[in-house]
């Protein structure tokens, strides 16, 4: 649950624009300030189970913009690249190690 | 007309995959391979006018997507970082200046 939610938080974060402003807001109140569905159903006067319903098509649709554009999976390539980057930095600093990454980064596009 | 067709080139790139088949395939004739409107209506069996409106409604998604997700703009930036990179490491190594740029580019996800 805790790795669906760590997931969910950053799809949000990079899809969330592409979201009607009631999915961003159900999202926001479920998923960063852990309300409960009916907490939710409370402030917007609807019941749980429309709450549920939204929330659980905004996932599907989330997943499905992250089928489609990799940008979660793009960031975590990339940040993956830039630790490994400065890790070697603290170790020597070849040119030929920097620029590879560089090469890496840049195909990351 | 040759920056806006590099433009559109670009944000075809980044956002393609949320288009329609037919979308992709107009887009694709258009601008990739260089088709007049007359010569993908005949392709197609539809008016001119239908090829002309399509491209039209699908240039002002593209633009949206961008204005949304800003992945173009990004890209511009992260290329920017990497020559820019690229250039002082073959003036000297310095590793704060390496750092810095890691930085930079962890900062633009």
């Known amino acids: ?4 939610t760590t997931r969910m938080n950053y799809l949000y974060d990079f899809y969330f624009s592409l979201l009607t402003p009631k999915q961003q807001s159900y999202m926001s109140l479920y998923y960063l300030d852990d309300y409960s569905l009916g907490e939710i159903a409370e402030e917007y006067e609807v019941s749980r189970q429309a709450v549920y ?3 659980k098509r ?11 554009l990799l940008l979660f999976q793009k960031f975590q390539e990339r940040t ?4 490994q980057l400065k890790k070697s930095l603290n170790e020597d600093c070849s040119k ?5 990454a560089i090469e890496e980064l840049a195909k990351l596009d």
Chains 1, 2 share one sequence.
């Not at 905004?58 to 489609?68: F, P």
């Open 96 to 100: 030929q190690v920097i620029l590879e």
């Open 80 to 83: 993956r690249l830039l630790n």
């Open 1 to 4: 649950m805790l790795e669906k």
């Open 53 to 55: 319903d939204n929330i």
């Open 58 to 68: 905004t996932e599907a649709m989330l997943e499905e913009y992250e089928e489609k």
